[in-house]
């Protein structure tokens, strides 16, 4: 497996400055000896530009958040990070890697959750490159294999956990999303270590049941919020039932049997649980008896 190596490189303003002071001697000393007809000073001054000419092939500019892979006739040889005007041997072959933090978002995806149901998923994924050598000789093209495994581990996870909790399930995609970004970045990462990529953050940005199911999940959603609202009106309605018999009792307000007793329970019951406003009804016939 390649790992990066960093490669210390020249500056190229000071070999901008010999090479420039090079070129212009050589070629005084050119003219010189073609004028006084000195073949061999002319032959080794003649070689030596030749050389001058290819070190300016060795000339390279790294931007910032940039890496230059350095190799020598197929040999890696090194990686220089250092921004701005570089030199290194002009043999070098000089290939740019981007350091910078990229983004890539997934396509919606179908997959069956961990409960069967088909549900459409979809994520960013925030990455970047930490190991060049590993980026572009472990990988065909990184860029490319970060979005195929993205998915692949995507559709993974979707298959691992529920889409939303049942009874015993303590994880599900859309109640717990901390913990399912967590566990997606963990996901990439094990398939992109290879790749010399490191995964900064993951998050599903869309997620839906599929549209063949869709209305009758959203029937079940509602009627377990309706069964979850009619639980909690019938605690409170029960509790306040109890005050109420409590409180005559304590005062000694009226004297219920248990036939009376019931018959109240069973009245305030229909008025604290009703979806409608209870219609008063005095009773006064004993008034007139």
Not at 139 to 158: H, K, P
Not at 190 to 207: K, P, S
Not at 259 to 286: H, I, W
């Amino acid at each position: 497996m390649n790992r990066e190596i960093k490669r210390a490189v020249s500056s190229g303003y000071l070999m901008l400055i010999v090479l420039l002071a090079a070129q212009l001697g050589l070629g005084y000393v050119l003219v010189t000896a073609f004028q006084a007809q000195a073949k061999a000073t002319f032959i080794i001054a003649l070689l030596a530009s030749i050389l001058v000419l290819i070190c300016w092939g060795g000339f390279m500019m790294v931007h910032p958040n940039e890496a230059k892979v350095l190799q020598l006739f197929g040999k890696y040889v090194g990686t220089t990070r250092e921004p701005g005007l570089r030199w290194a041997n002009p043999f070098y072959s000089k290939v740019a890697v981007s350091t910078r933090v990229r983004n890539f978002e997934s396509s919606k995806l179908k997959v069956n959750d961990a409960n069967g149901s088909p549900i459409e998923i979809a994520a960013v994924v925030v990455w970047k490159v930490f190991d060049t050598a590993e980026a572009l000789f472990e990988v065909d093209d990184y860029a490319g294999f970060v979005e195929i495994q993205s998915e692949s581990a995507l559709r993974n996870l979707g298959t691992t956990y529920p889409y939303e909790p049942h009874d015993g399930e303590t994880l599900s995609l859309r109640s717990n999303q901390n913990e399912i970004a967590t566990a997606l970045v963990s996901e990439i990462q094990d398939r992109l270590t290879q790749a010399g990529v490191t995964v900064i953050e993951a998050r599903i940005t869309h997620l839906a049941y599929a549209p063949e199911i869709a209305n009758a999940m959203l029937r079940r959603q509602q009627a377990s919020a309706i069964i979850a609202a009619r639980t909690q009106i019938v605690q409170g309605a029960v509790g306040m039932v109890q005050l109420a018999l409590n409180e005559l009792d304590e005062h000694d307000v009226v004297a219920l049997d248990e036939e009376r007793k019931a018959a109240m329970v069973s009245n305030l019951l229909v008025v604290l649980c009703s979806d409608e406003s209870a219609q008063p009804v005095l009773n006064t016939g004993s008034l007139y008896t």
